[in-house]
């Protein structure tokens, strides 16, 4: 089976580009935030404090996760229940942040993420794919993009969800998540030493192509 690994700062436009990706190569798109997105919207709900690693812990066997493709959309189930619209609101980003930064949330989702490569050709997006979960991925991409062009993309996603938020809101908590999710002492979001840096600040067609010469060089 093969793997891509799509590894990047939020809002650099990953899953769009991944998605595209697996589109033209029959691939499964598995988008690893999503996953986290679960973990704090269950914490959130529980009212337990997301800094509080014992406590995350303590709630993680409650939660019952799982994937399913519905007309090739990743479709997000928390006990039974789809979450995937209730995933996306900055509350949950927030909490995300959070409790991805510790071990056991790490740990948990670890090996869900490695089991969906063994039956399937995917492409995966996140922070510690190339690193940490498919070092031996067969193509690797860090994805940046300039924090202007970033930050007004999720504005206007976050507007399109009918969330009330200002321009500014946006790029406060976009740098907060940033410095958390790229400072922290697990899994940041760095580029593995082997990884294909793809700027996509300008045209997605653009990035796309550069992104396809590259797999078809990698994988024959
Ligand atoms: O990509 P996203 O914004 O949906 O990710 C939500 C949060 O989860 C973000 O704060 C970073 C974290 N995350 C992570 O730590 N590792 C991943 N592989 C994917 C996301």
Redesign the pocket.
Known sequence: MKKIAI?GP??AG??TLSKALAKKLGYVYV???????VI?LYILRRGVDPHDEKAVENELPDIKMEIKYVDGTQNMFLNGENVSGL??TNEV?KY???T??LPPV?AF?LNA?RDMAKTNNVI??????GTV?FPDADVKFFVTVSPDARAERRYAELLARGEQTTLDEVKRTMAE?DK??ST?AI?P?IPAEDAVMLDNSGELEQTIAYAMKIIEEKIK
Do not use: C, E, F, P
Not at 31 to 37: I, L
Not at 124 to 129: P, T
């Open positions: 590894d939020s809002g990953k899953s988008d690893t935030g999503a996953m986290y997105r704090g995933i996306r980003s995300a942040s959070v991805s930064a790490r989702l993420q995966m997006d996140g922070r510690d794919i979960i998540r958390n999710d922290r899994a979001a």
